[in-house]
């Protein structure tokens, strides 16, 4: 249980450092800086991801953030319970 | 290091899935990946606490970040065949619900930061805190350290060479893996320290808990 609660202060606290400090100095992930010098460009292979960039549809860049963090955080909880109850059968 | 669709040709986006499909088939078959309810617990909320730490990013001046993998903490507390299926487990979260890494770079995500990262910080604890020759809260660290900044700059060079052979980019491994390894070299260092400093931690010291410390006799 010490874990979880340490889990959900990370997610908490994880607006902080990405999306108030990163705006600040215009963050990019360090493989799009290099991707950047080797000419790479992402493709658009048309799917769809519900919570795109650790965002919440309707809802504001912080609280978003934080909820797109406790969806990915309790999809992992979920997908453990479900392999749990396959193991254990 | 999540490579977003578009990085690699089709013939690595193949590639790159089967090694990492294959590499799982044999862990299976070969017994070493037996999932039971308890190991399955330590998976998920290891799996968690990694995908909560990768949301803290640290910005650096100059428009970049840092934040923790986690291969290296993952295969050193879980070992290399339960580390991997810890960061399989998060980077198909991320690429599925948040876009976060493409859905064709799965399989080279997978194998960079869930199968080498999670080897070569595996290992090179191992036997860091083996030629150490003790046991203490200051070697710990150092090979957490080690560790962790050679898990990222090896996946970062595997990244490279990737990319770099990838025919329909103009430039070769002859300058993708020097800007990746060199990228990668950096960041590590910060992927070290955490590492280590959660491993050296005095609650996480007890070798019942470290697959790795048990390992090299700790």
């Known amino acids: 249980m010490r874990a979880w609660a340490v889990i959900l202060f990370l997610v908490i606290i994880s607006p902080v450092f990405g999306v108030i400090l990163a705006d600040r100095v215009g963050y990019h992930e360090p493989l799009d800086v290099a991707a950047e010098k080797l000419g790479l460009k992402e493709v658009d292979i048309g799917y769809h991801t519900p919570f795109e ?3 919440f549809p309707g809802v504001g860049p912080v609280p978003g ?5 406790l969806i990915g955080v309790g999809l992992i909880a979920v997908l453990g319970e479900v392999l749990k109850r396959v193991v254990a059968k | 290091m999540h490579i977003p669709d578009g ?4 013939y ?3 590639a790159t ?4 499909i294959g590499y799982f088939a044999y862990l299976s078959l070969s017994h070493q990946l037996v999932l039971d309810s308890s190991r399955v617990s330590l998976v998920t909320t290891l799996a968690a606490a ?3 730490a990768q949301m803290l990013n640290w910005p650096l001046p100059g428009g970049t970040s840092l934040h923790l993998l986690g ?3 993952a295969g050193i507390i879980l070992g290399p065949s339960y580390g991997s299926v810890t960061l399989a487990l998060v980077l198909l979260v991320q690429a599925l619900v948040f876009h976060d890494g493409g859905l064709t770079t799965l399989g080279a995500n997978i194998l960079n930061m869930g199968i080498v990262a999670v080897l070569v910080g595996y290992y090179v604890f191992k036997y860091a805190l083996r030629i150490s020759g003790k046991v203490s809260r200051g070697s710990i660290f150092m090979a957490g350290l080690l560790a962790g900044w050679m898990s990222v700059f090896i996946a970062g060079v595997v990244c490279g060479v990737e990319i770099g052979l990838s025919p329909q980019f103009p430039y070769g491994v ?3 893996i020097p800007v990746m390894g060199g990228w990668h070299f950096i960041l590590g260092i910060v992927e070290g320290i955490i590492t280590g400093f959660v491993l050296s931690h005095p609650h996480a010291r007890n070798p019942e808990l470290i697959v790795a410390l048990k390992e090299a006799g700790g």
């Open chain 1, 65 to 69: 953030y934080i909820l797109a963090g």
């Open chain 2, 174 to 176: 002859e300058v993708t």
């Open chain 2, 17 to 20: 899935y089967i090694v990492t």
């Open chain 2, 12 to 14: 690595w986006v193949g």
């Open chain 2, 71 to 73: 291969g290296a903490l």
């Open chain 1, 53 to 55: 960039d650790y965002t």
């Open chain 2, 50 to 52: 990694i995908f909560a």
């Open chain 2, 7 to 10: 990085f690699l040709d089709v």
